[in-house]
């Protein structure tokens, strides 16, 4: 299976930082790799599918980037709405599988 | 717009199945598949597997593989996720999920609640 690496774990940011959240597999994944953002009790929201593309009606702020291995979802401004807890998940082969979340919590 | 509704939270005592259903609406039913995710306390989301709603095919995940059946019925546009030999480890908060035109998981229903205790 490909294993899913996030860093950091846990974030501390203010409103108005530039957040960058980083995704590393195990194995080359081309651009097959999605993010999400879960808020407690909620199902996680796609927001990025094949590395870099934005999902339909999310923020301009969201972004993502990487190629192969590394990957990293960046917030250019972050919002009072963006505290969150964020996963990657890639579906280049099965089984899919998740990175561990990136909780991010208010300075 | 797109809705999938799943079924009521579930207590199954171990060694039972539990069967956790999804229907899809607000959009083609067989035009999408659906996959099975679950996501149990403290720990990361884990796919389980998918069907193709128009043919039927299905993937599972090697880790349930034996255990797990996904069904759909197209004239009810639902999907079930069957999980048999239930131990306390299946206890966690299942979904189901469609899979996007372009990949990842678009629409997700809001979870249910399988608990495994005696």
């Known amino acids: 299976d490909i294993q899913m690496t996030q860093s950091p774990s846990t974030l501390s940011a203010s409103v108005g930082d530039r957040v960058t959240i980083t995704c590393r597999a195990s194995?080359?994944?081309?651009?097959?790799l999605a993010w999400y953002q879960q808020k407690p009790g909620k199902a996680p929201n796609l927001l990025i599918y094949?590395?870099?593309g934005r999902e339909s009606g999310v923020p301009s702020r969201f972004s993502g980037s990487g190629y192969g291995t590394e990957f990293t979802l960046t917030i250019s401004s972050l919002q009072p709405d963006d505290f969150a807890t964020y996963f990657c998940?890639?579906?280049?082969?099965?089984?899919?599988?998740f990175g561990q979340g990136t909780k991010v919590e208010i300075k | 717009q797109v809705q999938l509704v799943q079924s009521g939270a579930e207590v199954q005592k171990p060694g039972a199945s539990v069967k956790v259903s999804c229907k899809a609406s607000?959009?083609?039913?067989?035009?999408?598949?659906i996959h099975w995710v679950r996501q149990a306390p403290g720990q990361r989301l884990e796919w389980m597997g998918w069907?193709?709603?128009?043919?039927?095919?299905?993937k599972y995940s090697q880790r349930f593989q034996g255990r797990v059946t996904i069904t759909r019925d197209t004239s009810a546009s639902t999907v079930d996720m069957g999980l048999s030999s239930l131990r306390s480890e299946d206890t966690a908060l299942y979904y189901c999920?469609?899979?996007?035109?372009?990949?990842?998981?678009?629409?997700w229903g809001l979870g249910t609640l399988v608990t495994v205790s005696s």
């Open positions: 607000g959009y083609p039913f067989t035009n999408f598949a």
């Open positions: 194995q080359t994944l081309g651009s097959w």
């Open positions: 998940q890639h579906y280049h082969t099965y089984p899919w599988t």
């Open positions: 999920a469609r899979e996007g035109t372009m990949g990842g998981f678009d629409f």
């Open positions: 069907i193709n709603a128009g043919n039927g095919d299905t």
């Open positions: 094949q590395a870099s």
